[in-house]
């Protein structure tokens, strides 16, 4: 609970950085990431009455235990290639379970910072490619604006 804790934190801390430094708010990251965290934890852990199982999440918990213990155990650890694919995210949870022992709840709140993260960079893009001020208006409006530009580009208004 403590590493899940201190990933949180750390995490919030690069998140609202990143945000500030691009002139951003930094709410949608922290809304986004508690709520994803609530809803992980209550849906993730067996103790929930929410619980609805691991699915795929076992088969990397179970494929990262066995990397982590094949290193404890000083052995060399050759499951094929970890690049590309999604061996990549087994060995960042045997790092993790590794230096710090079963990590299923900072997996989630790692999971939820990374989702998180893609808000900010969406907003950037957004503020990117409409303007600053302009990607807070409705889809609606930018419409009205490209017909009307349109319009004068043709010689009709």
């Known amino acids: 609970m403590l590493v899940a804790f201190s990933v949180f934190v750390f995490l919030g801390f690069l998140g609202f950085v990143s945000a500030r430094g691009w002139k951003m708010s930094p709410a949608p990251f922290f809304v986004v990431a508690l709520s994803l965290i609530v809803v992980g934890v209550s849906t993730q852990l067996s103790i929930s009455p929410f619980y609805l199982g691991l699915n795929d999440g076992r088969h990397y918990l179970d494929w990262a235990t066995a990397i982590s213990e094949a290193w404890r155990e000083g052995q060399p650890w050759n499951d094929g290639a970890i690049w590309p694919g ?31 993260f893609s808000l900010i960079l969406l907003q950037k893009t957004m503020g990117l490619l409409f303007g600053v ?22 010689g009709l208004g």
């Open 86 to 116: 999604k061996g990549l995210w087994a060995l960042l949870i045997a790092v993790m379970h590794f230096f710090f022992g079963p990590v299923l709840i900072s997996l989630i709140v790692i999971n939820a910072a990374v989702f998180s």
């Open 133 to 154: 001020g302009e990607f807070k208006r409705s889809s609606q409006h930018l419409l009205v604006r490209a017909i009307l530009a349109r319009r004068r580009r043709v």
